[in-house]
């Protein structure tokens, strides 16, 4: 959970050593052999001795985090990194919410997804569970469980955890993204109101739970979200405020208790893969029928390859300020029906991005005939005129998600490039696989020459190679340029992915051409 929370925040990569736990749960996964060769390798798997000794000397900024000082915490609403303790105390989620007007009142709690549904984290919010069933005590609001996989679920299944959760009012939904990326229904008279929900997923950005900017959503531990469920209000500290059982007696709740592993073994539940013919003339007979009237199925066609020529004068079809992540230019929630239809979704291309020209979100200027649009139909529009364009954006663009349809959506628009100060290195790889030039100002200050009517130039593709600049040019409205100089990261294979227009073209091209 720690490792994909730093993601949340800028993180580019997150370690903790190998150590007795990760070999336990590996055995109890079934992957001995693993185990025992990263055992035979664990002080290769862990931080030097003098690294350990003295970190000031090796790393810019060390921060340490006591964990034993560590009071629960809950984030949000709208970023994961907005931290409040619980309670209506300084500092807490409770005292800040009257400050600044949001409801206290939940309307919904939500555990599970990926990121908090291992099993510990289950038993432990199962644990408080039992005992509110124990003291008379239900959820006041709705409750869902999503398991993060299919053995997850048979597994606490079996084990009767999802049982607890049932008896004080959950409901199990499928072991899927769920609600964390907006699939679930929510009553339209909810959505139209300001309102607050919590939940134990990993992100919490404007609209990305359910598709409404009206829903306040705040992440914590799972513990604490069955914790709040069961008061039904934000402000409640589980730590020292009471509850109130149907028999009108006060009762408290007592620390939650977690197993990290099952005493009976993970059960790895139905399998439901469907294994696809072995031998390749099998495989390439298979003919897949589409409803060419379908919305939300539509089959992908390759994208066209590189034509060999340099990237001249490309419109800017949006420059994002500040904050661009996966769910700012592939919204999720109720659009992820059309995740199978990739021009359909593209209706949500950029919706969240703000514009740096006019720091409103998700509209900007149509380079094609200059009116101001939603940013879906100005990317429509170049697409429809055959104009390729760029893309720019600012610190750690991509970062969240690692949603391919926010680097595809792009490319099927006919997006050329994307620059950024710097980005997220998943959105940066999916970039490449999609055969999208994913650029990085050798300058950062490049980002405000940029003018909203200035065109870019990509030089010198031909002697595109790793670890070598790109020569960029700047052409400003009235002809005059500004040059300066991009960076990437392409490897040797990724240099051939652009070349070939994609990574699925390549794969293509070797699995038996048009067939594949």
Sequence with gaps: TICNMGAEIGATTSLFQFDENMAAYLKSTGREAIADAANAVSGDLRADAEVLANPHEYFDQVIEINLDELPPMINGPHSPDRAHVLGDVDGGVGKEAKEEGWPLEISAALIGSCTNSSYEDITRAASIARQAA????????????TPGSEQVRATIERDGLLA???AIGGDVLANACGPCIGQWSRPQTQLDQVNTIVNSYNRNFPKRNDGSANTLSFVTSPDTVIALALAGRLDFDPRTDVLVNDAGEEVRLDEPVGIDLPP???????????????ELSDRTSVEVKVDPESDRIQLLEPFPAWDGEDHLEL???????????????????????????LENISGNLFLGA?????????SGKDPVDGKVKPFPEVMASLHEAGQEWVAIGDENYGEGSSREHAAMEPRFRRCAAVFARSFARIAETNLKKQGVLALTFSDPATYDAIGEDDTLSILGLADLAPDTPVRCQIVKPDGSTVDFEATHTLSPEQIEWFE???????IRQRGGGENA
């Design 134 to 145: 124990a003291k008379g005590l239900k959820a006041k609001t709705e409750l869902l469980i």
């Design 164 to 166: 607890d959760l049932e």
């Design 264 to 278: 009976g073994g993970f059960d790895p539940g139905e399998d439901t893969f469907v294994a696809p013919p072995e």
């Design 315 to 341: 419109p800017v079809a949006v420059k994002a300020q500040g904050k661009c992540t996966t769910d700012h230019i592939s919204m999720a929630g109720p659009w992820l029906k059309y995740r199978g239809h």
């Design 354 to 362: 703000v514009n740096a020209f006019t720091g409103e979100a998700g």
């Design 500 to 506: 070939a227009g994609s990574a699925l073209n390549i």
